[in-house]
């Protein structure tokens, strides 16, 4: 069975600083991994995802790296901003349009 | 990218009562999916909706408790029956994008049982 991991659990950091979120998985046999941000009553919003084939991808600010192999993928935010606070979730797919299953998440604040 | 409409977004409802939540998406899906996500926890998957057929559930989920409608491939429905203080979560429906490799999620229900 599948199980995703997310270290820290939660973050504090002061606006501006780069900061990395962890995320594990058990089972290296993925279809594609990704990572969602989540606002209170606002649901998730997808942020990048990684087919299990590539090594990272790039959107604005983030960058989130795969190395599937030891089942461990990095979410790099840059010069983070207060708008960033939010939680932070990965999930790994084992196949195309195929249920994911969630890390526990990396709740993050950015402070001024 | 998918629009997906939930509702309610918000519900008290007392002990022994039943739920529906609705989720509608702004084009034809084939897959839909619902999540929980328990207070503190992470997203657990429920069930596959797929139209013509009848949803697929996940280890510790059951029909009777949350039983699923997807009349058409714009729409679908998660009853929660019989609710007990333990079913306090948020629950979320997800379709795939284009290529079915990208969800996207509804707003969520916050739903509380007194």
């Known amino acids: 069975k599948q199980e995703v991991t997310q270290i820290p659990a939660a973050l504090s950091v002061p606006e501006g600083e780069n900061l990395v979120l962890n995320c594990s998985f058990t089972d290296s046999a993925i279809y594609n991994l990704q990572w969602f941000r989540q606002d209170p009553g606002k649901g998730l919003t997808s942020l990048l995802l990684i087919q299990s084939s590539q090594r990272e991808q790039t959107s604005g600010r983030l960058n989130a790296s795969l190395d599937k192999s030891s089942g461990r993928s990095t979410l790099y935010i840059a010069a983070s901003q207060p708008g960033d606070s939010a939680t932070y979730l990965c999930?790994?797919?084992?196949?195309?349009?195929?249920?994911?299953?969630f890390g526990t998440g990396t709740r993050l604040q950015v402070t001024l | 990218s998918a629009v997906i409409s939930q509702k309610p977004s918000r519900d008290i409802c007392q002990r022994g009562t039943s739920l529906t939540i609705q989720c509608q998406v702004d084009s034809q899906v084939t897959m839909m999916f619902w999540y929980r996500q328990q207070p503190g926890q992470s997203l657990t998957l429920i069930a596959t909706?797929?139209?013509?057929?009848?949803?697929?559930?996940e280890s510790g989920f059951v029909i009777d408790k949350f039983p699923i409608s997807r009349p058409n491939l714009t729409f679908s429905t998660l009853t929660v029956s019989n609710m007990s203080p333990e079913d306090s979560s948020i629950y979320l429906c997800s379709v795939g994008g284009p290529g079915n490799e990208k969800l996207f999620f509804g707003s969520g229900t916050q739903l509380s049982v007194l």
């Open positions: 909706a797929n139209q013509g057929s009848e949803a697929t559930y």
């Open positions: 999930a790994v797919s084992p196949g195309t349009a195929s249920k994911l299953t």
